[in-house]
């Protein structure tokens, strides 16, 4: 029996439609944009979609190719040529005959002509192969929409936030349609949403209120009651028409089990509704209850500037706010500011310089203008801004952030980049020589990703409601395109039979 011929490729973009920061296709490289042997060689191993899906190829023994993998920080619409220009390199591969493709794509791709790129692109590979089996991997944070389900053979979603099952995702995606394509299931696939929004650092299946829910798909996967259950949390930081909170459940043909399963789990997130919004404090209140804290590390989490959501990543407001609280024993970071990272590296190592740092980006959408902060310390350390993540969630990748220094003020050291890179691992600071472990006050631009690697070290976590494009006070975003009607926006907003 000949081999099978299979394409991998990957497609990823959380886009975040009030971000000021542009993505063209220079963006999509955190994987470079790779193709071919490069892309295989980087992914292989790794806890990440593309890396799931190449296990899959290779246990099955298929010959494989990857035209694509192309992977970017969440930020703005996707320019419209980085977006033409991927999907052109993996509708190619596949009109060039396959029998089967694997898809690592996210499910909140927008661009700047089109509001759903991942049903534009599983559109476009229809066209092309009609038949063909397709699998695709989605982020928790999909935004799902009915040509993703229309377009493709089987779909799953992270089941975890911080996201430490990327590859276990690909790996139940692939190996579905692996059992389809020897004949011993037939793949069909049944969603649903909510209109209704999540906040983001409510809605991490760890804990309530989306716990007992995902507890409840990933139960009827794992026992076989279904092939694949996915619960989809949805990003709010889009203003989109599709936003909600969905599902998607994948049953065989011969089985009734889907429509019952996807409607529990809708239901119970819509009775939840209330619960999955955030409610936060003022700043300066969460600061100083952060200061009264016995022990340490204490985890400062800057949530409203979150460069995995879109954030600039050189907002100054909660950085501002611990220097005016009088935090001693502190390391903060990384700010994205390339002058400041150019102006420490001229100065060299032990010299000291002052810096107006961070604040270099408008935010209009918010109305927010930069606002740089007037800092002043000794250049402690110079890197290149590179290390190998050794956390649970992306392990094995290597992180970039571009040349680096670290700003030693006295009370707080300050590590500063030339590329956004949201602190997930512990790397981003130990690989400048800062031990977080050894610190009173870790201060970090995350929102939930950060728990992977930093709340095994924390005594405490504070959520910061620090200024930026990432905020989760929906009052500061003004939707024009969503969803209508859609809770909180319409409180009392009751579902119709098309909902429910």
């Known amino acids: 029996m000949p081999r099978r011929k299979i394409v991998i490729a990957m497609m990823m973009h959380e886009t975040n439609t009030f971000s000021p920061v542009p ?15 490069a892309a295989i060689a980087e992914a292989t191993g790794t806890n990440t979609q593309l890396g799931g899906f190449l296990a899959v190829a290779q246990a099955m023994g298929a010959e494989f190719t990857v035209p694509m993998a192309a992977s970017a920080h969440p930020s703005g619409l996707v320019q419209k040529a980085a977006y ?10 596949i009109a060039k005959g396959c029998d089967a493709a694997f898809l690592a794509l ?3 791709m927008v661009a700047e002509h089109l509001d759903d790129g991942e049903g534009e692109l599983l ?28 377009n493709a053979t ?33 793949p069909k696939m049944v969603w649903g949403f909510r209109p209704m929004l999540t906040s983001s650092l409510v809605h991490t299946p760890s804990r309530q209120p989306m716990k007992d829910i995902m507890d409840m798909a990933n139960a009827a996967e794992d026992s076989g009651q279904v092939l694949n259950a996915s619960v989809f949390g949805g990003f709010p930081q889009a203003d989109i028409p599709h936003l909600s909170c969905s599902a998607v459940i994948v049953c065989d043909k011969r089985t009734a089990e889907g429509e019952i399963l996807l409607n529990r789990l809708l ?20 600061v100083a209850g952060a200061k009264k804290l016995e022990g340490g ?52 190592i032990g010299a000291t310089v002052s810096l107006d740092l961070g604040g270099k980006v408008d935010m209009p959408q918010l109305n927010l203008k930069g606002k740089p902060l007037k800092v002043s310390g000794t250049v402690k350390c110079i890197t290149d801004g590179e ?7 992306a392990t094995g990748t290597r992180v970039r952030m571009g040349r680096t220094a670290v700003l030693d003020t006295g009370t707080m050291q300050i590590v500063v980049c030339e590329q956004r890179s949201e602190p997930f691992d512990l790397g981003v600071f130990t690989h400048c020589g800062i031990d977080p472990r050894r610190k009173k006050y870790v201060l970090i631009k995350s929102r939930q990703h950060f728990r992977a690697g930093f709340e095994p070290i924390a005594r405490h976590i504070v959520m910061c409601d620090g200024d930026g494009v990432t905020s989760s006070d929906l009052k500061l975003f003004d939707y024009k395109n969503r969803r209508q009607p859609l809770y909180p926006f319409e409180p009392d907003l009751q579902l119709g039979r098309n909902e429910a």
């Open 23 to 37: 993505t063209p296709l220079a963006s999509f490289g955190r994987m470079g944009a790779m193709q071919g042997p």
């Open 297 to 348: 590390p204490i985890i400062l989490a800057d949530h409203g500037d979150n460069t995995a959501s879109g954030g600039t990543q050189d907002v100054m407001s909660v950085v501002e706010e611990a220097q005016k609280q009088g935090l001693e024993d502190v390391c903060a970071g990384p700010i994205w500011d390339p002058g400041a990272v150019a102006r420490m590296i001229e100065a060299g």
């Open 123 to 150: 559109r476009r590979i229809r066209r092309v192969a009609p038949g063909l089996p397709i699998a695709v991997g989605l982020d928790f944070h999909a935004q799902m929409t009915a040509a993703m389900i229309d």
């Open 84 to 93: 033409e220009q991927m999907c052109d390199a993996i509708v190619g591969e």
């Open 106 to 108: 996210h499910g909140a």
């Open 154 to 186: 089987v779909v799953t979603g992270y089941r975890t936030y911080p996201h430490i099952d990327m590859a276990h995702t690909a790996e139940r995606a692939g190996r579905t349609l692996v059992r389809a394509l020897d004949g011993e299931v037939e």
């Open 267 to 286: 239901d119970m997130a819509w009775d939840r509704r209330e619960a999955f919004l955030y409610r936060g404090a003022p700043l300066a209140e969460q």
């Open 387 to 393: 290390f190998v993540v050794t956390g649970p969630m």
